[in-house]
């Protein structure tokens, strides 16, 4: 049986570790770059559309004239931009829901809304999620905010619950979906399905806007029960919107009721102490 030399083996062992390192550094470039990538895509279009600000009425007509051309191909090219427009946190989201049902009519305006609402809620979620878990600077600087501190203690104390008043209230959707990137939830379970749910009311309300601005256009008659929707869920939006403030309310008292507990033990010990001291002269 032969050894091999001494120097041999450190060699191979110096060798193998500069591959790991080399692989190591790798990983975290490609990273970064994928990261820095996500950044530049979101704001760079955010500057874009405020620098040169977007025609809203402009892009309505360009919109209708491709559905008329497009055909049928028209609804998934609507669902893609709306996607991307949620995924960047451009501000159009009302103007693009709107528009859907003016376009496409008010039940295919839904479902074309409703598919758009999932597929950016997805694609911000993962985003968020590639550069909290890359980035310690990225989480360190969100645990240090107090309203994510209390996003993450209702997430945690609640789950799905939390995640669905928030998806009720009137905050802006890609707000909730990079806030609940930071956090724990399971994204099936905790983040899909409340989506699901409590986009609905936001879609109804904003299809229902658009509806009746169409009907408004073209002098139609019998938009009343367009009318009762759009009082509806602006109501249920109102009405979780002041739920979930309780509900934050609530967590930010506890958080300052939990962290003024051990002063107040020290001093009642320290009461008490005195009060031994009295009695034993």
Not at 95 to 115: D, N, Q, T
Not at 248 to 253: A, N
């Given at each position: 049986m032969k050894l091999r030399p001494a120097h041999q083996d450190s060699s191979e062992y110096s060798v193998s570790r500069r591959e790991r390192e080399l692989t190591r550094v790798g990983k975290m470039a490609k990273r970064w770059w994928t990261i820095g990538a996500a950044v530049a895509i979101i704001g760079t279009g955010r500057e874009l559309s405020k620098h040169y600000g977007l025609d809203k009425d402009a892009l309505l007509k360009v919109f209708a004239e491709l559905s008329d051309r497009l055909g049928v191909w028209a609804i998934p090219l609507y669902v893609a931009i709306h996607t991307l427009t949620l995924a960047l946190c451009l501000?159009?989201?009302?103007?693009?829901?709107?528009?859907?049902?003016?376009?496409?009519g008010f039940?295919?305006?839904?479902?074309?809304?409703?598919?758009?609402?999932?597929?950016?809620?997805?694609?911000?979620f993962w985003i968020g999620r590639l550069i909290f878990k890359s980035s310690s600077s990225a989480m360190d600087w969100v645990q240090k905010n107090k309203y994510f501190n209390v996003l993450s203690r209702g997430v945690e104390r609640d789950g799905w619950r939390f995640v669905l008043l928030a998806r009720f209230s009137p905050m802006p959707s890609y707000i909730i979906n990079y806030a609940l990137a930071a956090t724990k939830v399971r994204f099936v379970v905790d983040f899909l399905l409340p989506t699901v749910i409590g986009c609905m009311p936001m879609i109804l309300q904003n299809t229902s806007i658009g509806s009746l601005a169409g009907a408004a256009v073209s002098s139609a008659s019998g938009s009343q029960k367009?009318?009762?929707?759009s009082y509806l869920f602006p109501l249920l939006g109102i009405v979780s919107s002041v739920v979930i403030s309780l509900r934050i309310k609530k967590y930010s008292t506890e958080n300052l009721v939990a962290k003024s507990s051990p002063s107040h033990n020290s001093s009642n010990i320290v009461s008490s102490n005195d009060k031994d001291l009295k009695k034993g002269q």
């Amino acid at each position: 049986m032969k050894l091999r030399p001494a120097h041999q083996d450190s060699s191979e062992y110096s060798v193998s570790r500069r591959e790991r390192e080399l692989t190591r550094v790798g990983k975290m470039a490609k990273r970064w770059w994928t990261i820095g990538a996500a950044v530049a895509i979101i704001g760079t279009g955010r500057e874009l559309s405020k620098h040169y600000g977007l025609d809203k009425d402009a892009l309505l007509k360009v919109f209708a004239e491709l559905s008329d051309r497009l055909g049928v191909w028209a609804i998934p090219l609507y669902v893609a931009i709306h996607t991307l427009t949620l995924a960047l946190c451009l501000p159009y989201a009302v103007f693009f829901e709107a528009a859907a049902s003016m376009l496409f009519g008010f039940f295919p305006a839904i479902l074309c809304v409703f598919a758009a609402k999932l597929l950016g809620a997805s694609l911000s979620f993962w985003i968020g999620r590639l550069i909290f878990k890359s980035s310690s600077s990225a989480m360190d600087w969100v645990q240090k905010n107090k309203y994510f501190n209390v996003l993450s203690r209702g997430v945690e104390r609640d789950g799905w619950r939390f995640v669905l008043l928030a998806r009720f209230s009137p905050m802006p959707s890609y707000i909730i979906n990079y806030a609940l990137a930071a956090t724990k939830v399971r994204f099936v379970v905790d983040f899909l399905l409340p989506t699901v749910i409590g986009c609905m009311p936001m879609i109804l309300q904003n299809t229902s806007i658009g509806s009746l601005a169409g009907a408004a256009v073209s002098s139609a008659s019998g938009s009343q029960k367009s009318q009762i929707w759009s009082y509806l869920f602006p109501l249920l939006g109102i009405v979780s919107s002041v739920v979930i403030s309780l509900r934050i309310k609530k967590y930010s008292t506890e958080n300052l009721v939990a962290k003024s507990s051990p002063s107040h033990n020290s001093s009642n010990i320290v009461s008490s102490n005195d009060k031994d001291l009295k009695k034993g002269q």
